[in-house]
């Protein structure tokens, strides 16, 4: 009991720590974040190892024909990056929306969810981790009736902050499983907005094998299934960074591919999606996730397995 009640402890110390960091940060201009971010950047880069290793790892995996030097500036980018983020966080969930809103430069492609909702048709926003999604789902929901999936961080005393900075704008979230798919189903036959993280390995048999920059990367087949059932339309959704300015929120077209009915068809073009994204600013990306995990998984299961092994 009392090893259980010092763990609970910890991790309450633990949580409060983080968001009063958050809170704090959430004051700050995103000039100052950024330069905070480009002065640290270099030390996570060189003290965070399992950072730069899969990043390292993951960009020789997507830009083959960079130079070593080149893959290796645009991991430190990258990192630098990813360290913004984590960094804007407390600007996305606390500081004063119309603080958030100012920090919001341009909109490019609202006529397509727009268009959309005028047809009587739900959409599908498929939100890589690239920019800011935090400040992409604050738009979002405060511009549209917005659901989307949501997992409870591990840190459990962080659910209540975290989930309060994702709905304040009046976004709704549901879990993830098959009460919130019902969920996104019934938004979409409202023709509303829901949103999809399009980049995250699902479990196994909730995906397929689907080509990403010319690899096999696991990928969920969730999307079929939401447009068969409600005809919604599908764009891509990011927040594009300018640095210490602000961001751009950008929606672009989908691939049709994600219309198909086949679940390898679609996929590859969720994956294709991804990759457009990517290519408005590749060290906006988040290299440090392991996109293709599952696949190493499944090949080394092979006696004779030789093949890609990123990590």
Partial sequence: MTQHRSESDGRFSKASAIS????????????????????????????????????????????????????????????????????????????????????????????????????????????????NWEVLNFWLSGHFPFTAMYEPPKITALDPIIRHGRERMGASLVPTNPRGVAALLKALKRSEAIGILPDQEPDWGSGVFAP?????????????????????????????????????????DADERVYSADDVESATGVNACVESAIALDPAQYQWEYKRYRKVVQEQQQLPNFRDFRPY
């Fill in 20 to 131: 009063g960091l958050w809170r704090h940060l959430s004051g700050w201009s995103l000039s100052r974040l950024w330069r905070v971010s480009s002065a640290l950047g270099p030390q996570v880069y060189r003290f965070s190892k399992r950072e730069r290793f899969i990043t390292e790892r993951n960009l020789g995996v997507v830009y083959p024909h960079f130079s070593a030097a080149e893959r290796k500036t645009l991991a430190r980018h990258s990192l630098r990056h990813s360290t913004a983020t984590m960094l804007e966080l407390g600007h996305a969930w606390m500081a004063e929306p119309d603080n958030v809103e100012a920090g919001i430069l341009a909109v490019y492609g609202r006529d397509k969810l727009d268009s959309a909702r005028a047809q009587g048709r739900g959409v599908i926003v498929l939100a890589p981790h690239f920019g």
């Fill in 212 to 252: 990403f920059f010319g690899r096999d990367a696991y990928t969920a087949t969730l999307l079929p299934k939401l447009v068969a059932r409600t005809q919604a339309r599908v764009v891509t959704g990011v927040a594009l960074r300018v640095p210490g300015k602000g961001f751009e929120i950008h929606f672009l």
